[in-house]
């Protein structure tokens, strides 16, 4: 008879022991595993274990109110801890600026990847990332505190060539999230907005003799879920814990469950509402005259949402493909699904759909698109405008 792993999240943190390092995954405000987070505190604050803590993860995972790691600020409970961004914990944040804890803030693609190194046995990563910045050893090394002082990244000249070793910290535990788990611990993603580094981090933890606790929605018959859909197979699964209530597994903060984010569905473009004419729809209009035709461009939070937006907007979508950074509570949900429903055809299906050409229909662009791609391309319409930089409100 299969193991059955599924326990309570007040079981799975009792095996957490002081002094352990421990990763989580959640992106921001999304896919963050709350029922873990809620446990952990619960535990700490009643009994005054598991301290001493050493949290690692990449982006921030909260709300900036309390919620996700935040919930971490009890004085005792974190020693340590290795982000890319505090500012999604800021009693955490906090507690490192008055020297309380060590804290080292870090690249976040360098985190990603160093969970990598650490599942495949390896001492860290070599990367030019950091070079001549705070991360610099030269520079501060990363370290957010007088506090703080042994030495996580380390420069070097190998052969002429400068280098940042980042040294890999080893993971006792990893809280990881997901969908649906069979009672043997396989867990799929379909309703999750994002994948994250789930897998990486439950090797790492695996491979290094510690747990991983996966929080998923739903326990599913054995053997039901499908291997191609298996994305953290159960034998690097310690335990499952069901979210409870379901508030607890939102996919973010600003909504219980959006079939669009998880790109289960796609959605209409056309009734958008518009972003009102404003200085950020000002700065998207005119960064939007840099998109290239048939390009991949990386959105990032904040004023760049509202490029997809404007792509949206000027039924540019067809032809660049619109990735994101991350997701807000509330407009990256409609940009987000804005570029989703324009490329999912070509992201996600099982074939590659090339773009149609952006010279194909340059008499029925807006005026924007037509000076954007038409240009671009090559041609030129009667209205393309003659300057590189035209006005970007000039059409609204």
Known sequence: MANNKVITADEAIALIRDNDVVTTTGFVQSCIPEALH??????????????????????????????????FHHEGLLRRVIAANFGRMPKVAQAA??????????????????????????????????LYTYVDPRFGGGK??????EDMVKYHNIMGEEWLFYIATKIDVAFIRGTSADPSGNISMEREALVLDNLAQAMAAHNNGGLVIAQVERIVEQGSIKPKDVHVPGILVS??????????????????HNPALSGEIRVPVEKFAKMPLDERKVIARRASFELPPNGVVNLGVGAPEGIAAVANEEKMTPYITLTAMSTRRNSADASTAAAASSTSARTRGSSFTPAPSPTADCASRSPTARSIFCRKAGTRSSSTPSSRSPSPASSR
């Open 239 to 256: 335990a499952v814990i069901v979210a409870d209530p379901p508030e607890m597994h939102r996919m973010n903060y600003g909504v219980i």
């Open 97 to 130: 600026q008055e020297n309380k804890i060590c804290g080292y803030n870090l690249p976040q693609g360098v985190i990603s990847q160093l969970y990598r190194a650490c599942a495949s046995g390896q001492p860290g990563l070599f990367s030019k990332v950091g």
């Open 38 to 71: 809620a446990a952990l505190e619960k535990r700490f604050v009643e009994t005054q274990h598991p301290r001493d803590l050493t949290l690692i993860m990449t982006a921030g995972a909260g709300d900036s109110k309390g919620l996700g790691t935040g919930r």
């Open 144 to 149: 957010v505190n007088d506090r703080t002082k």
